[in-house]
């Protein structure tokens, strides 16, 4: 008796186990979305406004579920999946804590700008939400940090555009400012004078030069704009007085530029402009001047107090020695101290570049070690020449 075989049947051959690449990438994937929803949940924790918070809490959920699709992958295929944030993201997430979200959401605004297409090549992404959440959130941090008008930001976050990422920025620069430039002095003087006594008289004298320099300069530059806005407003109400219809016009050409229908801007401008003058004039200082009233580029007392802190912060580093020691002594300490310094400012700054830390530490301080050892050998130069 013959048996028939069986029947065959068309069901598709498994898929082939993902490469060591593939697992590399969703392992990047999920690192990047544990990342991106610590920095959010910390960033609402100290948002200053209600509607931020709720606003960043729903992007924190959606960093998570996308974290969720990569983990099941990895899971999936006997990959690691105990990942945690990265140092990054923790010092980030520590500093929208402790000082405002508002500090690191120009910076986590560029990283999302930067990453917005980053699954739009990736297989695993297609038919799902992920190259389009990417996307809506890089608009989102946009609009939040500087991308919409003033108008809108004012409305709604209640602070100044201004403020952000660029704080950060400024605080590690002016500190590296005062270390390179009193560095490179005090190794100047210590090369003449062996390390002797002038060296700490040179050093607290650059330290003080360098940060009354530098407050004077912070408080000049945010007077004059502080002044010139206030012209520019002074200006600008004196045209709402005797040209309303001109006004109205130009704010009607701004909405209709911003993307509303010619007939709801021409109403919308038209309302304002014949409105309340307060009202007016603050929206026309925002939408055609693009300046905070409320604001006016902040206090130029605060900014020299803080150019001036920071500078002697980084000022201080190598005169530090000279104070308890001279000679040899004092020279190496002062540069082993300036040396790591150097190192942790140039750590510092990659929360803003997200570069290896290493590196730029490193690069860091070549630069500045060659700074002080040219006027190291300068100084030597001209105290042998004198002498």
Known sequence: MQIDAAPKTDAPEPAPPPSPSDLARWRANLQGEIDGAHLYRSMAANAGDERFATLYLRLAQTEERHA???RDRLRAAGGPIDLRPTLRA???????????????APIVALEEREGRTMYDHQPEAAGTSLPADERSHARLLHTITGGASGALLARFEGRHRAIGGNALRAGVLGANDGLVSNFSLVMGVAGASGGGPPVLIAGIAGLLAGSLSMALGEWLSVQSARELYESQIATEAEELR???????????????????????ARRLAHRIVTGDPTVALDTMAREELGIDPAELGGSAWTAAITSFVLFATGAIVPVLPFLVASGTAAIVASAILAGLALFGLGAAITLLTGKDPLRSGLRQVG???????????????VGTAVG
């Open 68 to 70: 969720a699709l990569w």
């Open 90 to 104: 923790r010092i980030l997430g520590l500093l929208a804590r402790r000082f405002g979200a508002s500090v690191v």
């Open 242 to 264: 005797v040209f309303p219809s001109e006004e109205e016009e130009e704010l009607r050409l701004i909405y209709e530029a911003k993307g509303l229908p010619a007939d709801e």
């Open 367 to 381: 630069f500045g070690l060659v700074a002080a050892a040219i006027t190291y050998g300068i100084g030597s130069l």
